[in-house]
């Protein structure tokens, strides 16, 4: 009889995976049937108080993506993806009530807005004597191995890393395995982007990798970027690129959804080093994966002071908040052409890489001397890479309010684009008008004439640049 039956829902948010899923894994060995469910919030795709989506076009594409995907592996492994629109402290609940399930099981997750949702969820299901029970699955070291607790977590990185490093071990990943879903239950349709209210675009023939979501897709990447073009042997040399696909692994997005876990990444690195090479690069991958961890252990300790203007520190920041200004940063209209060039970037294709994101925030918060959580919501919206603890942290230590030894790190716009940019190929890729002013001027647009600068929809000041 089907009340005899120990039914058990996943609540899939940000572990869209079925490799190395403990929640998913946990509910297979546990249950006789396995409900994995994920909600469609309408709260992700509201406007933010800034006036734009809080998530648009590119996350939701990938999100999409990656949904898809998981349901033919779920399928393939004899179960499938239950997809409903609606917010999940409701839907779960019903769906819970209903099927008389015994548990619900999610992955734990670290910042505020999620946090909420998880009180109403416990708090409903509480209703009918059901417990919500988590598990720890985003970050390379576990929560539980850690050599201290969550309130003593060091306030600097590299005191983090190095006891970490001496006395944790990643845990192994562990396989996909087959289970039977809740019978009598419809999968529900994937949502189109035009149900969220988009319209479909072409795909940005610029962008640096074609990022298409899922587990699939995300097992692929890290196939080419190690095996196939046996590009992590000079990650470190390579790693501050601007142009093209392979200058970094790319991994960031399926890490962001979960879509790819961090102790797989690390464990096909350490088969890397034992069957290629094991040098600096190598290294450095799972040093990012350390700064991944790092950031969500301290968003975890936190808590509400990450988002709020202060920062983690609590300081007292005179900053503005000038919408006019803003709008020419977040299109790429400052009239600076290192910042403007890596703005386009994010605004079409929904990504930027690292050393472009550290150069526009701190002209936002350095320069333009705008409020930090203006330019930390546009990532939110934009970035197809987007996770919590990862933004608002690298924000946080742009605007010298977080884990930084450091205060007060600026970022030359001139001087980076000199540096990293030389001779303006990446400014003139995304900018190509710029390709019809003399190339000196890329790293000086102030000396345009006033009929080139109309020509570029530029207004530029030049007692800034004067300044700079």
Not at 9 to 29: M, P, Q, Y
Not at 106 to 134: G, H, R, T, W
Not at 413 to 441: E, H, M, T
Request: aromatic letters at 14%; charged letters at 25%.
């Amino acid at each position: 009889m089907n009340e005899l039956k120990n039914r058990t829902i996943v609540w899939l948010r940000n572990d869209l995976r079925s490799i190395n899923n403990e929640a998913l894994s946990a509910a297979i060995k546990t249950a006789d049937e396995v409900l994995p469910i994920y909600c469609i919030d309408p709260r992700m795709f509201a406007d933010t108080r800034f006036g734009f989506r809080k998530t648009d076009y590119h996350r939701a594409k990938f999100l999409l993506e990656s949904l898809q995907d998981l349901r033919f592996r779920l399928r393939d492994l004899g179960g499938d993806l239950v997809v409903r629109t609606g917010k999940p402290e409701e839907i779960i609940f019903g769906l819970a009530k209903y099927h008389q399930v015994r548990s619900v099981y999610v992955q734990e997750e670290v910042c505020p807005e999620e946090q909420m949702v998880e009180d109403k969820m416990e708090a409903a299901l509480a209703s009918i004597n059901l417990n919500l029970y988590f598990f720890w699955g985003s970050t390379l070291y576990h929560l539980d191995d850690l050599p201290y607790s969550i309130d003593a977590l060091p306030a600097v990185f590299s005191d983090f890393r190095k006891a970490t490093e001496a006395k944790c071990t990643p845990r192994a990943p562990f396989q996909a395995q087959p289970f039977k879903l809740i019978p009598g239950i419809k999968p529900g349709e994937i949502p189109a982007l035009h149900d969220l209210g988009f319209q479909q675009r072409a795909r940005e023939k610029k962008a640096v990798l074609n990022f298409k979501g899922g587990e699939t897709n995300a097992l692929l990447r890290l196939k080419s970027y190690l095996w196939d073009d046996d590009l992590l042997k000079n990650y470190k040399e390579t790693r501050n690129g601007l142009l093209g696909a392979d200058y970094s692994s790319k991994l960031s997005p399926w890490l962001s959804l979960g879509c790819i876990s961090p102790a797989t990444i690390f464990q096909e690195v350490k088969k890397y080093e034992e069957q290629r090479v094991k040098n600096k690069s190598t290294y450095w991958l799972i040093f990012e994966l350390l700064w991944r961890d790092y950031f969500r252990f301290v968003a975890f300790k936190e808590g509400p002071k990450l988002f709020q203007k202060g920062g983690i520190k609590g300081k007292v920041l005179k900053a503005r908040q000038d919408p006019e200004l803003f709008e020419k940063w977040c299109s790429g209209m400052t009239g600076v052409p290192f910042i403007d060039a890596n703005m386009r970037e994010l605004k079409f294709t929904g990504f930027m890489s690292n050393r472009g994101r550290q150069n526009v925030a701190s002209f936002l918060v350095n320069d333009l001397k705008l409020d930090w959580r203006m330019g930390a919501a546009w990532f939110e919206s934009q970035l197809v890479d987007y996770d919590p603890a990862s933004n608002y942290g690298n924000w946080n230590y742009i605007a010298g309010i977080g884990n930084d030894p450091r205060e007060g790190r600026y970022f030359h716009p001139v001087k980076q684009a000199k540096r990293y940019d030389p001779n303006g190929d990446y400014v003139k890729y995304w900018i190509p008008q710029l390709s019809r002013v003399p190339s000196a001027f890329i790293h000086e647009p102030h000396k345009l004439t006033a009929s080139e600068q109309q020509f570029l929809g530029w207004q530029l000041d030049r007692d800034y640049w004067g300044r700079l």
